[in-house]
């Protein structure tokens, strides 16, 4: 069984940044965030696998977050800058199969507990 640690969530204006980080227990294939906001579905903002593909990033973050991930540490970070209130939402390490590079949910076989992103106008 994977469990996943998160921390790193909390309150910021708007363009600021945070960075979440996430543990895992063991080795996974790949590891990176989906995000809810209220009322919303769950969806995947950025994922780092071991394929040599290079780290996916969803097109409404791309160019303000970025995912990396310190392999010895079984960690990955997001560092999230130029935030937006519309990035307020709860965010959950996820990680799984080689799949998830599609950043569906449904894919995901871990889940983190969240933590929570809020930014203020």
Known sequence: QVQLVESGGG??????????S???NRH??????????????????????NSGNGPVIADSVK????????DAKRTVYLQMDSLKSEDTAMY?????PPYLEELRAG?????GQGTQVTVSP
Do not use: H
Not at 28 to 49: D, H, L, N, T
Not at 92 to 96: L, N, V
């Open 22 to 24: 996430c543990s895992a």
């Open 92 to 96: 959950y390490c996820a990680a799984g």
């Open 107 to 111: 894919d995901v076989s871990y889940w």
């Open 63 to 70: 160019g303000r977050f970025t995912i990396s991930q310190d």
């Open 11 to 20: 309150s910021v204006q708007a363009g600021g940044s945070l960075r979440l």
């Open 28 to 49: 996974v294939f790949c590891m990176g965030w989906f995000r809810q906001a209220p009322g919303k579905q769950r969806e995947g903002v950025s994922m780092i696998c």
